[in-house]
């Protein structure tokens, strides 16, 4: 009579831990997503002008980005070039891109990658499109440190 009543206790335990750990692991993996979109929507990225179209980014500056092609699958270029007031190329920003599918958000997220400098003094960016869809370019730029500006750019293939 001890010895069962003590597996029915033990039994009984052993449910109540099912039950309860389970769905506090579950309570607690969905507040730390709530966190991670929260933390997300923070960074405000500002839906772009199109491409070829002039995008201010402040002190005189703007940016003008383009691709060089239509993006389809396969990698594309990404070119920006920043011009100071009086319409001359300036070099001196960090820039940076974020490219990943909305729809499939982390799936083929790459984190923020650096764009390179060329000889046309331009920022490039090798973006590689996998598969069709929606896909989006959130693009920071720097200065000395400070981020600028942070700008999205929604493209379908
Ligand atoms: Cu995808």
Not at 32 to 46: K, L, N, S, W
Not at 62 to 90: C, H, N, Q, R, W
């Amino acid at each position: 009579m001890k010895k069962g009543s003590s597996i029915v206790l033990f039994s009984f335990l052993l449910i109540l831990c099912l039950l309860y750990v389970s769905p506090a692991d579950t309570g607690r993996q969905k507040l730390m997503g709530v966190r991670e979109v929260r933390a997300e929507d923070a960074t405000v990225y500002v839906s772009m002008p199109d491409p070829g179209k002039r995008v201010v980014i402040g002190n005189g500056y703007y940016l003008i980005y383009s691709f060089d092609k239509k993006p389809k699958l396969g990698t594309v270029i990404m070119k920006v070039e920043i011009f100071s007031a009086d319409g001359s190329k300036d070099t001196s920003f960090v820039l940076r891109a974020d490219t990943d599918m909305p729809s499939m958000r982390g799936a083929h997220a790459t984190g923020d990658r650096p764009f390179v400098v060329s000889k046309r003094r331009d920022y490039v960016l090798p973006i590689n499109v996998v598969m069709p869809g929606t896909w989006e370019i959130k693009l920071t730029v720097t200065k000395d440190g400070r981020t600028v500006y942070k700008g999205r750019h929604d493209f379908n293939v």
